[in-house]
């Protein structure tokens, strides 16, 4: 059974950065795609990045140019760079890994983590 971990959320004032973790048992990140979703109660839960097997990133309009995501292969880690975040990036984030296909998409993610709460004040 896979399991996703989460860490390193908190309360950021606009203009802060934060650094999101996501360890996994179960599951070797380097044969896989991992993302990172977020999702604000009474929205849908929206990607917001993805790393694919071969590195490639791919990002939301949204955050393109102010996040960056990447997995440390060694400690099967998949991390999540915040800068220059805004009140509207507020949201629980998730780190998922989807087994087939391109893990941007919430229909084809396989496995969730519980979450971690990112909030930005103005």
């Known amino acids: 059974q896979v399991q996703l971990q989460e860490s390193g959320g908190g309360s950021v004032q606009a203009g802060g950065s934060l650094r999101l973790s996501c360890t996994a048992s179960s599951v070797t990140y380097s044969a896989y795609s991992m993302g990172w979703f977020r999702q604000v109660p009474g929205k849908e839960r929206e990607g917001v990045a993805a790393?694919?097997?071969?590195?490639?990133?791919t990002y939301s309009d949204s955050v393109k140019g102010r996040f960056t995501v990447s997995k440390d292969k060694a400690k099967n880690t998949l991390y999540l760079v915040m800068n220059s975040l805004k009140p509207e990036d507020t949201a629980m984030y998730y780190c998922?890994?989807?087994?087939?296909?391109?893990?941007?998409?919430?229909?084809?993610?396989?496995?969730w983590g519980q979450g971690t709460q990112v909030t930005v004040s103005s």
């Open positions: 998922a890994v989807d087994l087939l296909g391109s893990a941007t998409l919430v229909t084809g993610i396989d496995y």
């Open positions: 790393i694919e097997t071969d590195g490639q990133t």
